[in-house]
């Protein structure tokens, strides 16, 4: 009896020591989603003009627009498409085309071409889709697009089947919308209205935790037609090393760099480390009256010491001349005028004997 109740001790023993050794397990907490990515518009001023120009738009502020490209480039036309964690996101081969293709809009300028406005907010890719037919085309949002934070994008009453020209989209088939030089498979501007036709608009972004998510067109569409699985990367922010901070892929990583600033105003002068640029004032209509409305030199109050005597000499020359003709005019006496005066009055008048000898003639005969 002694011996059981003595093993049903060491049984409860050994049960609350077990029990005094367990640990919960809790997950660890997910990691805060990362803040709003801006950017300063300063900032793209210096790193943008090397690769292009800067000038100032009305009713946009400043402006840039890139040197070098082909005559009718498109943005989002040097590059690749990927899905990524933020959906549909452009990689481009560009060097400057960290900054262009994912901050701001472009418009079109009929001096310039494609104008991009700078923005402040990051986003894998700011364009609107078409999709249907077999096709699949982006072009450009235009600038009344805007992004508001915590609703979305607010294209504010814009219909972007008027807004955008059918010849700003850019067509490729669904089963090339992978292709990692997509702008070799681009179809011809030409058929862009036919296909504009057969498309229709799937524009679509969303916020995901505090992200822009671009949703505008599914992946299993897309994996039906290439029949294999779309892969999957995952964007990463990376410095900028090098020369130039381009994005790049990187295993399954989309490594980009999204500078970090407060928000500035595209209407005053975009100047970061630099002078600002200024802009080039409007051509004169007349040149010369531009010439004579510039202000005279002040003349020096003492001549230089070479030409002061040269100056004095030549006054004092052309006063004695004076004074010397003067004086001669003076001397001159008054009897060599006397005949002359005296021819004056004792010569009759022009016309006088004309008158006489008329007058005799018209004297009636005398009678005798």
């Known amino acids: 009896m002694m011996a059981r109740s003595t093993r049903l001790l060491l049984i409860a023993g050994l049960l609350l020591s077990t029990a005094a050794c367990v640990v919960t397990y809790r997950a660890p907490a997910p990691r805060p989603a990362p803040p709003p990515v801006r950017a300063d518009v300063g ?23 890139p040197r070098h490209v082909s005559a009718g480039w498109r943005p989002y036309s040097e590059g690749r498409w990927v899905y990524s964690d933020y959906g549909w996101t452009w990689v481009s081969d560009l060097e400057w085309g960290w900054a262009p293709f994912h901050y701001g809009r472009w418009v079109v300028d009929r001096r310039y071409g494609w104008t991009w406005i700078p923005g402040k907010e990051w986003g894998p890719a700011w364009v609107a889709w078409r999709h249907g037919g077999g096709w699949v085309g982006w072009s450009p949002l235009p600038p009344q697009a805007r992004w508001r934070a915590g609703v979305g994008l607010d294209l504010r009453g814009v219909n972007l089947d008027v807004a955008i020209q059918s010849s700003w989209w850019c067509f490729v088939e669904e089963r090339r919308l992978l292709e990692p030089r997509i702008g070799r498979v681009l179809t011809v501007p030409s058929r862009n209205a036919t296909i504009v036709r057969a498309t229709r608009n799937v524009t679509n972004y969303a916020v995901v935790n505090r992200r822009v998510v671009n949703r505008s067109i599914g992946v299993e569409p897309i994996q039906r037609v290439v029949r294999r699985p779309v892969p999957r990367y995952r964007v990463v922010d990376a410095g900028a090393s090098g020369k130039e901070p381009r994005s790049r892929l990187q295993g399954r990583e989309v490594r980009v760099f999204r500078p970090v600033a407060g928000p500035t105003s595209t209407r005053r002068a975009p100047v970061a480390g630099r002078k600002a640029p200024t802009r080039p004032a ?7 009256t531009e010439e004579r409305r510039a202000p005279r030199q002040a003349r020096p109050e003492h001549p230089p010491s070479d030409t002061a005597p040269r100056e004095d000499s030549a006054k004092t020359r052309k006063a004695e001349k004076v004074s010397l003709e003067e004086s001669q005019a003076k001397e001159k006496p008054e009897v060599e005028q006397e005949p002359e005066e005296r021819r004056e009055r004792t010569r009759p008048p022009r016309g006088r004997k004309k008158a006489e000898k008329k007058k005799q003639l018209d004297k009636p005969p005398e009678q005798d």
């Open 43 to 65: 900032f793209f001023y210096d790193a943008l003009t090397p690769h292009g120009t800067w000038v100032h738009l009305q009713p946009h502020g400043w402006v840039w627009y």
């Open 282 to 288: 409007p051509p004169t209509e007349n040149p010369a």
